[in-house]
C-alpha cells in the first residue's frame, strides 16, 4: 500500500512450477495401437492397412516446468466502489507431447516395419519435451456493494491461450494431426461477465441477474481422418446469456424462507457447443446443442426467525 494512497493496494508474484507426470502418458508406447485402411466411394481400397504408433523418444526428458508472473493494482473509488486490475503471464516449458517423426508419404523405418509388421504409417509418434504453452491475461473489474448483502459486478477480460501441442494425441483418436499448434480449446480472447443482485421497492423482494458474453471457443476442421491445416483454426458463434430471477424472502411457522424464479438464458439465444467438423460431410459447419431458454425455481432455509 504505497505512502499517501491509503486506498490503492498494488501486488505482484513470480512462481516456478513443476508439474506432476501422468503416468497414462508415459505408457503409451506399450498400449495398442491403431491400424487404418481407407476406402474409395466404390469400396476400393485407396491406401492401408496404415499404423500410427507410439514410442518413447529420446532418453533423459526433463521434468515439466512452467513460470508464472502476476501483478495488478486495487482501488476504492468510493467506500463501497473497488476497481481492480490484475495481469497474469503464464509460460509453460519442457512439456511432454507426442510429435509425428515421418512426414506424408515417407518411407518408414525398416525396424518400425519388421516391429509392427505394416508397410505403410501414418505416424510414429515420439514422446518428447517439446511442448510450449503460452497465456496471458488482463482483467478489469469494477464491484459495488450496496447496503450489505446487494451489490453488482462488471469484469471484462482480453486473454489469450495457445500452444505448439494443442491436442493430446491418443491411440483412440481417428484423427491425425500434421500441425499440432494453434489456440487451446477453452481459449476465450474477450470475456464479459456481469452479475447484480438489488433490492426491488417492494419489502423483501429483489432481483438477481447475471450476463455474459464471449468470444466462441475454437475447433478443427477435418478430412478423411486428417486435420486439415493447424488445428482450432475456426470458431464457434459468439456467446450471450442472460439470466433473470426474481427472489422473494419470507416467514413461515417461525422459519426464514427465499422463493426465487425466473429465466435461464432469457433471450433464447442459441448457443451451440457441438459442430460436424467434417469438411467431406453434406451437413459441414452445421452447429448443434447449447441450453435454450428455461424457467428455474428455487426455495432455500435461511434459518430461525428473529423474533
Given amino acids: 500500500m504505497p505512502h499517501g494512497l491509503n486506498r490503492t493496494k498494488i501486488h505482484a508474484g513470480f512462481a516456478v512450477i513443476y508439474e506432476a507426470a501422468n503416468l497414462r502418458l508415459l505408457t503409451r508406447p506399450l498400449d495398442q495401437y491403431s491400424l487404418t485402411t481407407y476406402f474409395g466411394k466404390d469400396g476400393a481400397v485407396l491406401r492401408g492397412p496404415a499404423a500410427t504408433v507410439f514410442t518413447m523418444g529420446p532418453a533423459g526428458l526433463s521434468t515439466p516446468h512452467a513460470r508464472n508472473w502476476n501483478a495488478g493494482i486495487e482501488r476504492e473509488l468510493t467506500e463501497n466502489t473497488l476497481l481492480r486490475i490484475n495481469y497474469l503471464c503464464r509460460r509453460s516449458a519442457d512439456g511432454f507431447t507426442y510429435i509425428n517423426q515421418i512426414a506424408p508419404n515417407q518411407a518408414p523405418p525398416p525396424d518400425m516395419v519388421r516391429k509392427y509388421g505394416a508397410s505403410v504409417f501414418d505416424a510414429i509418434y515420439a514422446l518428447t519435451n517439446d511442448r510450449r504453452d503460452q497465456y496471458d491475461s488482463l482483467e478489469v473489474t469494477f464491484r459495488q456493494t450496496l447496503r450489505t448483502q446487494y451489490g453488482w459486478l462488471a469484469s471484462y477480460t482480453r486473454s489469450r491461450a495457445a500452444s505448439n501441442a494443442v491436442l493430446d494425441i491418443e491411440v483412440s483418436d481417428p484423427m491425425t494431426v500434421l500441425h499440432n499448434s494453434g489456440p487451446m480449446p477453452w481459449d476465450s480472447p474477450h470475456r464479459l461477465v456481469g452479475w447484480a443482485y438489488l433490492p426491488l421497492f417492494w419489502k423483501d423482494w429483489a432481483v438477481a441477474s447475471l450476463l455474459e458474453t464471449r468470444t466462441g471457443f475454437p475447433f478443427s476442421i477435418q478430412n478423411g481422418g ?74 432455500r432455509w435461511l434459518g430461525k426467525a428473529k423474533l
Avoid at 274 to 285: E, G, I, W
Avoid at 286 to 296: A, K, P, S
Fill in 226 to 299: 486428417f486435420a486439415i491445416g493447424d488445428v482450432n483454426t475456426r470458431r464457434f458463434p459468439a456467446f450471450f446469456e442472460w439470466n433473470l430471477h426474481l427472489e422473494r424472502r419470507f416467514v413461515f411457522r417461525s422459519q426464514r424462507w427465499e422463493f426465487r424464479g425466473g429465466f435461464n438464458n432469457l433471450t433464447n439465444r442459441n448457443n451451440p457447443n457441438v459442430v460436424n467438423a467434417n469438411a467431406d460431410s453434406r451437413s459441414f459447419l452445421q452447429y448443434y446443442g447449447g441450453q435454450r431458454r428455461t424457467l428455474n425455481f428455487r426455495i
